[in-house]
């Protein structure tokens, strides 16, 4: 059964991004982007009753960013932790640029943290703090969402490098499904909008900022996805080739298009964005996928745990 949520027609981001900018979406794996025969049609699905914990609680991914000129110019890594809270959990992304482009963006650094409850009754991750920092040399910036179920409100706050700060709230709307990068990462791998499959498309709800639209994915069938894997020098583990679209200002990208490869098991192996302003495509690969201890927990901030 393939869950959907309320589609508002919204205007996208209002705001251009600058192209040091594109680094940070790329370290976030292109927000959304281990091994079975190639004939089969789709991923493996949860015939083996695992939850969403079982399968991806210790995770972490580590990937290094490229483009056509320095093949290595970054590094992101993913992690999905237990903290101190007991049924709260923190999905994080932190990347950096390298060597002479992160000398050339200014020493940027981007931080995302998840705080996130487990719904056992939908197998899913509901998001209930979103924050996102972006550091470059001595300044900083913040972005936060706060997801208020209880007051059935959702608060912005924005901090920006210059001092000027932003908050703004609005209701909950009735029977949305609300997702911020992170938890939609874990809830799309984990098939909770449908099987990984062949030619089949969806519709993914994401809310990390005002009047934001839902992201069209689409997964290539048989033919396409043969034609893509024939420009792969490296063809390991490239299962899935999907497809989607954002603004393309978010991306500092002339298109906007975002591409990238799916293992067997839904892990995102590469992702690519295409037109990037004066890098051409930037890219990202997936170099080591591990566990960590399952009992190993992470503090919650107080003034983040004040907020739940």
């Known amino acids: 059964m393939i869950r959907s949520f309320e589609n508002r027609p919204d205007s996208f981001f209002g705001k ?4 040091r900018d594109c680094l940070r979406f790329l370290m976030c794996g292109g927000g959304l ?5 190639l004939s089969l049609a789709k991923a493996a699905e949860n015939t083996t009753g695992l939850s969403i914990l079982d399968k991806y609680l210790g995770e972490e991914l580590s990937y290094q960013i490229g483009f056509w000129l320095i093949g290595h110019c970054g ?25 002479f482009i992160n000398f050339l963006l200014g020493r940027v650094k981007y931080s995302y943290l998840s705080f996130c409850q487990y719904l056992p009754d939908e197998d899913r991750l509901r998001p209930l703090y979103f924050e996102l920092k972006k550091k470059r040399g001595d300044k900083q910036s913040r972005r936060s969402v706060t997801f208020n179920y209880a007051a059935r409100k959702i608060e912005f706050f924005q901090t920006e490098s210059s001092g000027k700060t932003q908050v ?15 938890t939609l990462f874990y809830n799309f791998r984990h098939g909770y909008y449908g099987p990984i499959e062949r030619d089949r498309k969806y519709r993914l709800p994401l809310y990390t900022k ?3 639209r839902p992201v069209k994915l689409q997964i290539a069938d048989f033919e396409k996805e043969k034609q893509f894997r024939s420009q792969e020098f490296n063809q390991t583990d490239k299962h899935f080739f999907m497809q989607f679209q954002i ?10 298009e975002v591409e990238g490869w799916l293992s067997s098991d839904a892990t995102p192996v590469k992702g690519i964005i295409k037109d990037v302003i004066f890098f051409g495509d930037l890219w990202g690969d997936l170099m080591e996928k591990q566990m ?9 901030p107080a003034t983040v745990k004040n907020k739940f």
Do not use: C, W
């Open 210 to 212: 005002k009047q934001m």
């Open 168 to 182: 703004h709230s609005e209701p909950m709307m009735p029977a949305r499904i609300y997702e911020d990068y992170l």
């Open 75 to 99: 590094d992101a890594k993913t992690g999905f932790l237990r903290t101190d809270v007991s049924d709260i959990y923190r999905i994080s992304l932190e990347g950096h640029g390298v060597g």
């Open 292 to 300: 960590a201890a399952s009992n190993r927990r992470v503090k919650i």
């Open 247 to 256: 603004n393309r200002e978010d991306v500092s990208s002339g298109t906007g």
């Open 16 to 19: 251009a991004v600058s192209r």
């Open 33 to 37: 982007f281990l091994t079975m025969p």
